[in-house]
């Protein structure tokens, strides 16, 4: 049964920061990864996805990387600011089609 | 606006009551999700369509709970006699086949149990 963790569960840094939040998944037959962010009570934005086949996937200051073969993916924030402070939450598509899911980093970037 | 839409956005009903939430997709994408979200966890995978065909359930989804999407278009999920348990955010999305597989979230519905 896949199962996926994000690790830290909360982060609190200053603003400026450069900074890595993780995501393990425990089976590596996936189709893709995606992280997402999600604000207080609200829906999910689509951040990136990477597909299995691929290694990484930059937009703007974010960078993820997947190495499947050891169950990881690493989501990289530069520069960060007081509009990134959001929960963020990565999601591998496995062998069944469905979405799961890890419970999420709480990142607070403090001005 | 091309994307998912989620009517209602908020739903707040006694103990008891049924509800209905429904999902559209965008359109041409022939693949239809439902998720639920509680309070400080990731989504949960309930029930996924292809086109008008519900092909899988997840064991979370009790006999309460029905999903439906009768022309391969829009979704409803409906739960019966609901309980505080219920209290949650309903997410759809949809995906198109072969398109990286991507699926697109709509807003949510959250849904208080009163």
């Known amino acids: 049964k896949q199962e996926v963790t994000q690790i830290p569960a909360a982060l609190s840094v200053p603003e400026g920061e450069n900074l890595v939040l993780n995501c393990s998944f425990t089976?590596?037959?996936?189709?893709?990864l995606q992280w997402f962010r999600q604000d207080p009570g609200k829906g999910l934005t689509s951040l990136l996805l990477?597909?299995?086949s691929q290694r990484e996937q930059t937009s703007g200051r974010l960078n993820a990387s997947l190495d499947k073969s050891s169950g990881r993916s690493t989501l990289y924030i530069a520069a960060s600011q007081p509009g990134d402070s959001a929960t963020y939450l990565c999601?591998?598509?496995?062998?069944?089609?469905?979405?799961?899911w890890g419970a999420g980093t709480k990142l607070i970037i403090k001005p | 606006d091309t994307g998912v839409s989620q009517n209602p956005r908020h739903k707040i009903t006694k103990r008891g009551q049924n509800v209905t939430f429904r999902c559209d997709p965008i359109?041409?994408?022939?693949?239809l999700y439902w998720y639920r979200q509680t309070l400080g966890q990731g989504p949960e995978f309930l029930t996924y369509?292809?086109?008008?065909?519900?092909?899988?359930k997840s064991r979370l989804l009790s006999d309460r709970f029905s999903a439906e999407r009768p022309k391969g278009s829009f979704s409803t999920l409906e739960i019966q006699r609901t309980e505080q348990g219920d209290s949650a955010m309903y997410l759809c999305?949809?995906?198109?086949?072969?398109?990286?597989?991507?699926?697109?979230f709509g807003p949510g519905t959250r849904l208080t149990v009163l």
């Open positions: 089976d590596s037959a996936i189709y893709n």
């Open positions: 990477i597909q299995s």
């Open positions: 999305a949809s995906s198109l086949p072969g398109h990286y597989n991507e699926q697109f």
């Open positions: 359109s041409e994408h022939n693949r």
């Open positions: 999601a591998v598509l496995d062998s069944n089609y469905q979405l799961i």
């Open positions: 369509f292809q086109n008008e065909a519900q092909l899988e």
